[in-house]
């Protein structure tokens, strides 16, 4: 049960627009995927709203429990999530080039997409540990590189998901830089990095699939694939460009329903957004982004103790960089990663983690007061 005073302290702001922008995502799902001519609907936005429906039960199961008492069992919970991108490698199911999924039954789910919350959770309890000890010192940091960051991005490579592992990379580097790591700490790892990048990058190089090596080209040169990825990132800014400064309105768009954009209704869906609603419409959407990420850096300022501030950080930077990588992408200024646009593309698990994501959130929001009571 939630103590009738922490309800005091529930941010139904972030609440709200949480749901709100889950549900302009059904409604651009439903738009992006309609057909043209006569042929039937596909369920993509009915699935969606299942999803929705059992992410909103899992978030206030979450808020029911103090943050502290999952974040005791950090470590357990990272070896269980390494041992699920493990168990991804030897039973998961192949789509689209990648193997990312494992079924139960009939249900399908992506251990990347949790694993994500997993590695926020088992972070801020180290660093809460470090900052309260001897402080982040070289060997520390090593261990962290080890054990935290090299093991989970090599096996996230494997499936290949190169989205994942450079959020994790992100989150890793932020987390860090805000725990205080000592200025000379950070330039040996920084000296060590140049030295070791053209080592490690021709070993990444050399992990990616072929498409994931076009992609980066394609960024780097739009005409090197012009039919391709270069087509998609074309396709992309027309759509958004033909928005307008009012948009085309609602179910009005010709890029979806005729298939000029791929996976329409997942990495581009802001293209489909925008075409319909245009600047204005952006403007709003991109303002409720900015709150959730605001309200989770307001969180970690005014969270009760080290922990709750690092959880807060962690997913205040996961939610920032899917929502500048995903709209830089469908802008051309990033390379096509695979990065989903929060809470609104396609996708049951990665919106069930969105809503895991920001139920800790609350949960760290709803208890700053607690040393009070």
Request: charged share 15%; net charge positive; with cysteine.
């Amino acid at each position: 049960m939630i103590d009738r005073r922490l309800l005091d302290n529930f941010d139904w702001g972030l609440l709200l627009v949480t749901v709100v922008l889950s549900l302009i995502g059904v409604m651009t799902i439903y738009s992006a995927t309609r057909p043209v001519l006569d042929a039937a609907q596909k369920s993509f936005y009915m699935r969606q709203l299942y999803w929705i429906a059992l992410s909103l039960v899992a978030f206030l199961m979450l808020i029911s429990l103090d943050y502290k008492w999952f974040v005791s069992y950090a470590y357990l919970g990272y070896a269980a999530g390494i041992s699920l991108l493990i168990l991804v490698l030897v039973v998961g199911t192949k789509g689209m080039g990648a193997q990312r999924w494992v079924y139960i039954g009939p249900l399908s789910f992506q251990p990347s997409e949790f694993f994500k919350i997993i590695f926020i959770i088992t972070l801020s309890r180290y660093l809460s540990y470090v900052k309260s000890g001897t402080g982040l010192g070289l060997k520390m940091m090593l261990h962290m590189v080890i054990f935290f960051l090299v093991v989970p991005v090599m096996l996230i490579l494997r499936q290949p998901d190169l989205g994942t592992a450079l959020i994790l990379l992100f989150i890793f580097t932020a987390m860090i830089l805000a725990a205080g790591a000592k200025r000379n700490i950070i330039l040996t790892v920084l000296i060590i990095s140049l030295i070791s990048m053209p080592f490690a990058g021709k070993v990444v190089w050399d992990g990616l699939k072929d498409y994931q090596k076009q992609r980066i080209l394609t960024f780097i040169d739009p005409q090197a694939d012009p039919q391709g990825v270069g087509y998609h990132i074309t396709q992309s800014k027309v759509s958004i460009g033909s928005g307008g400064f009012t948009g085309k309105g609602y179910m009005k768009g010709t890029q979806g329903p005729y298939r000029f954009l791929p996976e329409n209704h997942t990495d581009f869906i802001f293209s489909i957004f925008a075409e319909e609603w245009g600047f204005m419409g952006s403007l709003i959407l991109f303002f409720m982004y900015f709150f959730i990420i605001w309200r989770g850096f307001d969180t970690a300022e005014k969270a009760r103790d080290q922990e709750g501030c690092f959880l807060a950080l962690g997913i205040t930077y996961m939610f920032s960089f899917y929502f500048f990588v995903n709209v830089g992408m469908t802008l051309g200024m990033m390379p096509v990663v695979g990065a989903p646009l929060p809470l609104m593309s396609y996708g049951g698990t990665a919106l069930l983690s969105n809503f895991l994501a920001l139920g800790i959130l609350e949960n760290v929001r709803m208890r700053r007061f607690a040393l009070y009571y």
